[in-house]
Nanobody
Framework: QVQLVESGGGLVQAGGSLRLSCAASGSSFRLNVMGWYRQAPGKQRELVAAITSGGSTNYADSVKGRYTISRDNAKNTVYLQMNSLKPEDTAVYYC???????????????WGQGTLVTVSS
């Protein structure tokens, strides 16, 4: 079983920065894509950024130029550096990972528990 543990959320003023981390643990798995989603009150969960094991990245238009996603494959950890934060970035941020597990390479998708990011104006 694969689990994701997130850290790094909190309260920050507009224009500030935060860094989120998400570490995967378990046995016999390989993660292909790791990413971050967010859900603001009353809104649907949306993709913020994703990164493949090869380092290809994808960002939501709303965060391009402000957020940077990176990963350490050896540690099965993904990071999200968030700069120039805006009040509209306030949301619960969820880590997501997709890959395979076990000898049969069964597909897996797991979610973290979520971490709250609050940006004050």
């Amino acid at each position: 079983q694969v689990q994701l543990v997130e850290s790094g959320g909190g309260l920050v003023q507009a224009g500030g920065s935060l860094r989120l981390s998400c570490a995967a643990s378990g046995s016999s798995f390989r993660l292909n894509v790791m990413g971050w989603y967010r859900q603001a009150p009353g809104k649907q969960r949306e993709l913020v950024a994703a990164i493949t094991s090869g380092g290809s990245t994808n960002y939501a238009d709303s965060v391009k130029g402000r957020y940077t996603i990176s990963r350490d494959n050896a540690k099965n950890t993904v990071y999200l550096q968030m700069n120039s934060l805006k009040p509209e970035d306030t949301a619960v941020y969820y880590c997501n990972a997709r890959g395979v597990t076990g000898l049969a390479n069964t597909r897996l998708e797991v979610w973290g528990q979520g971490t709250l990011v609050t940006v004050s104006s």
